[in-house]
């Protein structure tokens, strides 16, 4: 921009008035007592009348579902996971310093009383088709190895002819092998199986039992240090864990149903506090104005003075300045 040449007098009103604003920008009361208004003003003042819900909307829309996690971001945030995993403290911190048993017991007490969500999960499995192979076959292998290898067999002489005798005798009246015999039996009653061994499982890890596992574990887990845990994650874990992170949100992120689940959130919170004032928003993250001036009074001020001394606010406000001092008004006014 093209400097103007002023007379002397509005050049030296000019001057004085940059000096003026600089020292004015350093001097922290004057930022203190600035914050301090605006919170004032803005105490009673609600969301609604600050911020459209529609505004709100487009920046979750534009800033959160419509822009892609940097490779940057990804990375940091598994760096962090990685230093927070060899940090020294982990091996003199065990769990149980980190989880009280007061709060684990009431984590136990709601899982083992959760009996429906128990019996569900329960019943998901032994109704999976692929519950009933794995039973099947081990059924299977281990009737043909009791038959094979059981003590009975090994101790009485004799015994384990008897058995071969027996299944070489089974296999003749049923025109079939004694494997496959086995293995069309257990299909056919698989289904059975299934539902007795299912209920059998409900019987037993009923609320009593569960809380007792559970606690038998929690016993165990809260005794090792951090460390010992975190050994359990390694870094190629870590990074393979980021990018499958980044992969699976960059696509739900573009499905209809998290787009919903994102603006019915955001108008479901701004109905909730559109009348209520920043003062108070602020407030349920713990945030006043006091605060706000406390933390940014040591690092503002260096910023601040660091922005003088390099004559950077002295380019932004001079020329600014200078078009309000080269103006026709003002020039009348010395010119009086």
């Known amino acids: 921009?093209?400097?103007?040449?002023?007379?002397?007098?509005?050049?030296?009103?000019?001057?004085?008035?940059?000096?003026?604003?600089?020292?004015?920008?350093?001097?922290?009361?004057?930022?203190?007592?600035?914050?301090?208004?605006?919170?004032?003003?803005?105490?009673?003042?609600?969301?609604?009348?600050?911020?459209?819900?529609?505004?709100?909307?487009?920046?979750?829309k534009d800033r959160v579902l419509n822009v892609a996690p940097s490779n940057?971001?990804?990375?940091?945030?598994?760096?962090?996971?990685?230093?927070?995993?060899?940090?020294?403290?982990?091996?003199?911190?065990?769990?149980s310093d980190l989880i009280p048993d007061a709060t684990a017991e009431a984590v136990i007490g709601m899982i083992s009383s959760d009996t429906a969500r128990r019996n569900?999960?329960?019943?998901?499995?032994?109704?999976?088709?692929?519950?009933?192979?794995?039973?099947?076959?081990?059924?299977?292998?281990?009737?043909?190895?009791?038959?094979?290898?059981?003590?009975?067999?090994?101790k009485i002489p004799g015994a384990a002819g008897l058995m071969k005798l027996g299944k070489g005798m089974l296999e003749r009246a049923t025109d079939s092998n004694f494997d496959d015999a086995l293995q069309n039996y257990l299909s056919r009653n698989i289904r059975n199986i299934m539902s007795m061994s299912e209920k059998k499982t409900q019987e037993t890890l009923n609320n009593k039992r569960v809380h007792s596992i559970s606690t038998e574990i929690w016993s165990k887990v809260k005794a090792k240090t951090v460390a010992k845990v975190a050994?359990?994650?390694?870094?190629?874990?870590?990074?393979?864990a980021s990018h499958i992170i980044v992969v699976i949100w960059n696509h739900i992120r573009t499905t209809k149903y998290v787009q919903s689940i994102v603006s019915e959130g955001v108008a479901g919170w701004y109905a909730r506090n559109s009348n209520r004032s920043l003062v108070e928003l602020?407030?349920?993250?713990?945030?006043?104005?006091?605060?706000?001036?406390?933390?940014?009074?040591?690092?503002?001020t260096?910023?601040?003075?660091?922005?003088?001394?390099?004559?950077y606010l002295r380019?932004?406000?001079?020329?600014?300045?200078?078009?309000f001092y080269a103006s026709d008004e003002v020039a009348a006014i010395i010119a009086e």
Request: charged residues 20%; hydrophobic residues 45%; glycine residues 2%.
């Open 120 to 154: 569900t999960i329960i019943h998901a499995i032994f109704s999976n088709p692929t519950t009933g192979e794995v039973f099947s076959t081990t059924i299977s292998h281990a009737i043909k190895d009791y038959m094979e290898n059981n003590v009975v067999t090994k």
């Open 231 to 240: 050994e359990l994650i390694d870094v190629p874990t870590v990074d393979a």
């Open 282 to 300: 602020l407030a349920d993250v713990n945030v006043t104005p006091a605060f706000i001036v406390a933390e940014l009074e040591p690092s503002l």
């Open 1 to 60: 921009m093209k400097k103007t040449t002023l007379n002397p007098k509005a050049e030296a009103l000019l001057q004085a008035h940059v000096e003026h604003t600089l020292q004015q920008i350093q001097n922290f009361d004057v930022i203190r007592a600035e914050v301090a208004a605006f919170f004032e003003q803005v105490a009673e003042t609600p969301l609604s009348t600050l911020v459209p819900l529609e505004n709100i909307q487009r920046i979750a």
């Open 315 to 323: 380019g932004r406000i001079e020329p600014l300045l200078r078009q």
């Open 72 to 95: 940057q971001l990804r990375t940091e945030i598994a760096n962090i996971v990685k230093d927070a995993l060899k940090n020294q403290e982990g091996k003199k911190t065990l769990i």
């Open 302 to 311: 260096l910023t601040l003075k660091h922005l003088v001394d390099n004559g």
